[in-house]
């Protein structure tokens, strides 16, 4: 019979003999299922099939591991883990010739390598700091090497860091770029690492240069300059400090996709 007024439906009342007993019934089956869940989780805890390794089920993805991670990602996954990590810093310049003058006639030499497809992929010079030099001095020795042009350092553009994988070891790098004003020389590819050099206008750089990394400090590189013309050198924000490198370090080369970022090596 329904309960219209609202009233507990099990437990029951003094003139309703049989909803007493109802109430009494779901109370004990109440009890027996709890008790029988908990029986149950005590035997299941003692018994080898409470370990999936013992046949419990779970899912698979054909190589009797856990699904979307098999043998071989673990496998993978230790290996990485038991590379060596090394770290290594570099610094090169973005020179710029025809810098006090107007924009529309400076430019900015790029170095262009080829990659394993056979592109030519354009980019700011660059090397590693060696013991002794600090990241200016790097910076200037660099791009005279890969570009054959002199410079002095004007203020620094930032720092590029993303890690890579070569020769059994975990990199992370780490690039000081500076803003450089051309002292004078000429183009050379002479460096065995450089395949072509170029003098390319600064409105030119969104586009040449192949990595976005380097694309963004061009901007910031284009910003110091309008301070440049409108306060002289003192407008420039201060150098950071840069000491020189106390010890030698790893000479690690690899090539990146580009546009690809972090966890991707970078020449140099």
Known sequence: MSDSSG???????????????????????????????????????????????????HATNGTNGPTGKGRGHVKGRAASASLRTVRETSAGGLVIAGIDGPKDGQVAALIGRTDRRGRMLWSLPKGHIEQGETAEQ???????????????????????????????????????HYLMRSLGGELSDDDVEVTEVAWVPLDELPTRLAYADERRLAEVAGDLIDKLHAGGPTALPPLPPSTPRRRPQTHSSTRRTPGRRSGRGQQQ
Not at 39 to 53: F, L, V
Not at 139 to 163: H, K, M, N, P, Q
């Open 138 to 176: 790097t910076a200037i020795r660099e791009v005279a090497e890969e570009t054959g042009i002199r410079g002095s350092v004007l203020a620094a553009l930032g720092s590029i860091d993303y890690w890579f994988v070569t020769e059994g070891r975990r990199v992370h790098k780490t690039v000081h």
């Open 7 to 57: 009233g507990s439906r099990t437990g029951g009342s003094s003139d309703e003999p049989n909803g007493s007993a109802r109430g009494r019934g779901s109370r004990r089956g109440r009890r027996n299922r709890s008790q029988g869940r908990a029986q149950g989780r005590a035997q299941g805890a003692n018994t080898p099939a409470a370990s999936p390794a013992a046949g419990a089920p």
